[in-house]
């Protein structure tokens, strides 16, 4: 990329891991890997040294490669996975075997071609979290800023969603409404008419080694989803644009959206600009916005039912279940009426909010009841995606990226879910749930930077856990904090 961004968290990503023999740092087509690198490279003072592998590439090339860099402590060796699959696999036994005399920074979209799962296994390897390398919103100002483009925080929070902060799609669109003269808003909705197809062709074009991880990329386009975990975990291995989240693997969502045929559309849907997202909290206190517009509902019972749909499975749940769980024990009929006329008070306080937008954008109440997650941010859901990618990276031995999403799903918690509302009961079980997950995330901050000697930050996740009001959180806390059992003397 071009834009000049800088990737301050790539680069303190680089700091952390200075000391591992190999840093791997993997991600599809378009996602800012040599411009990360070349930073990097920028930044060290002559301590690293830059190179590019070229296509087919033997042992010997790598080696001559890594050689003819003698003065650099760390030589990055970009697209080394289009090199020859035995090469990259002989170079990661020499890592193995401490045959390297230098540190090597190993880029490329494949990390199965990389052998990174061995090399993470070992103990030898440290690898950059995707969600180092995707754009935040942060950069994405930063990116705005620098093509001269006006924008709100409403406008990035949209961009963001619209990209899963994918940086040469943000930066396309970006690019596209700094050439038109025009805001960040609906930047998507302007671009997608007559450059959408620019960004398939390109990843049809440049983002696969043969036809048939095309043929299964583009068939989990069409359906959302690859049809198989197996599948999906090989997409993703071989580092094509998927992201990981609490649902399973996805293509990113702006691929997903550009390859719909255009029969399954509306003629409205396909000029109609997107609805600015709705941001629902429910961690502490309930907030809910659009586009900066506090939703004005009247009564708690209905950021309730929000809040209680919100954190179903799949964001939906039947009439029933909301009778069920709001009016238990109330004659039918009577409970009947109390719901619909607590869903047309919903309705009407997101049209108040919203004038311009169709409620059932965000809230769709024909036959059961849900929240449409692809127009509505809940924190619940980020704190989970967090978590699950934080327990992916424990099990890869990816302990820094592992750090990262605790540490991120620990900000997002802010309280148990409504603790200022006094929640219903009804939603104590979701209460539980959550801070049980929250707990798990206290306790593996503690342990990681124990066990990586950041000890300051493993007290402070210590000290939290025992101010939890859980005896569950105070014996982990205590567990964290003991010192290692000491070691019995070899008898003579």
């Known amino acids: 990329m071009s834009n000049g961004v800088e990737r301050w968290r790539a680069i303190e990503w680089f700091d952390t891991t200075s000391s591992a023999a190999a ?31 070229p296509p087919r ?11 003819s860099e003698p003065s650099a402590g760390t030589v990055v060796l970009d697209d080394l996975d289009r090199a020859d699959a035995t090469a990259c696999g002989m170079l990661a036994e020499l890592i193995l075997g401490g045959e390297i005399q230098c540190t090597l920074v190993l880029v490329g979209r494949s990390r199965r071609r990389l052998r990174a799962e061995t090399l993470l296994a070992r103990g030898f390897a440290r690898a950059c979290g995707d969600d180092v390398l995707a754009f935040d919103s942060e950069e994405l100002q930063r990116l705005a800023a620098a ?18 902060g994918w940086p040469i799609a943000a930066e396309w669109l970006v690019r596209d409404a700094a050439g038109a003269r025009r805001s960040l808003r609906d930047a998507f909705t302007h671009w997608r008419g007559p450059n959408g197809h620019v960004l398939l062709e390109f990843v ?77 909290n429910v961690f502490g206190r309930f907030r809910c916005e659009i586009a900066g517009r506090p939703v004005p509902f009247s009564r708690r019972r209905d950021q ?40 047309s008070r919903i309705r009407r306080a997101i049209l108040e909010a919203a004038p311009s937008v169709d409620p059932q954008r965000y809230f769709e109440t024909t036959g059961d009841v849900r929240v449409n997650v692809r127009a509505v941010a809940v924190d619940a859901h980020r704190f989970v995606d967090r978590i699950e990618q934080g327990r992916i990276d424990d ?27 006094a929640p219903e009961p009804c939603l104590e079980r979701h209460a539980g749930r959550f801070e049980a997950l929250y707990i798990e995330v206290l306790t593996r901050i ?6 990586t000697g950041d000890l300051e930050i493993a007290r402070e996740a210590a000290r939290t856990l025992l101010s939890c009001n859980s005896e569950e959180a105070r014996r982990r806390a205590v567990a964290c904090m003991a010192p290692p059992p000491a070691v019995p003397a070899a008898s003579a």
């Open 147 to 164: 093509y001269g483009v006006d924008f709100d925080d409403d406008d990035i929070a949209q961009l963001l969603h619209d990209t899963d």
């Open 446 to 451: 503690t342990e990681l930077h124990a066990a």
């Open 57 to 67: 590439a033997d042992l010997d090339h790598i080696l001559a490669a890594i050689a």
């Open 23 to 53: 840093r791997i740092v993997c991600g599809p087509i378009g996602s800012g890997k040599t411009f990360a690198v070349r930073q990097f490279v920028e930044r060290s003072g002559g301590r690293a040294a830059y190179v590019r592998i």
């Open 204 to 280: 049809e074009r440049d983002g696969f080694e043969d036809a048939a991880e095309l043929e299964l990329f583009f068939d989990a386009l069409r359906t959302g989803r690859p049809d198989t975990a197996s599948d999906a975990e090989r997409l993703e291995q071989l580092g094509l644009p998927i992201v990981r989240t609490r649902n399973g693997l996805r293509p990113y969502r702006i691929l997903a959206r550009l390859a719909e045929p255009t029969a399954t559309r509306s003629i409205s849907e396909a000029t109609t600009a997107l609805p600015p997202i709705m941001v629902v």
């Open 304 to 343: 309730a039912v929000l809040a209680f749909v919100a954190l179903q499975p799949g964001c939906r749940t039947s009439r029933n279940e909301l009778l069920e769980a709001f009016w238990p024990g109330i004659n039918h009929g009577v409970a009947s009426q109390g719901l619909r006329t607590t869903l």
């Open 395 to 421: 099990v890869r031995g990816a302990p820094e990226g592992a750090k990262q999403h605790y540490r991120v799903a620990q900000r997002i918690y802010v309280d148990r879910v409504l603790a200022a509302e």
